[in-house]
């Protein structure tokens, strides 16, 4: 049998962190990729929303890690580190969202 893996999980179950990836419709029915960070443990935190012309994904996973302040832009730390949600969403026709 190989010895390989099917799928490979980099974030581990000892990661400090929650990351989704959904697809959030707008009124018009089109829908925008997001992608949702938070510490684990965060229940009811004021969320800090972007949008941007660039990848949503990439934005949120600058270095493969376990921890939060790694995967997130530096600027971002003080921010998850005081409770808040950082959410990423791609903006209308780019990215993975819908045009």
């Known amino acids: 049998t190989p010895d390989t893996v099917a799928v490979y999980q980099q974030v581990r179950p000892q990661a400090d962190y929650i990351r989704r990836e959904v697809m959030v419709p707008m009124r018009d029915g089109t829908k925008l990729f997001t992608v949702i960070v938070m510490r684990k443990g965060t229940h009811g935190g004021p969320i800090l929303l972007s949008r941007t012309p ?10 493969p890690s376990q921890k939060i302040e790694e995967i997130l832009p530096i600027a971002d730390a003080e921010f998850v580190n005081d409770g808040y949600i950082r959410v990423y969403q791609d903006v209308r026709g780019l990215g993975k969202s819908e045009g």
């Open 54 to 63: 660039y990848d949503a994904g990439k934005a949120t996973w600058r270095n």
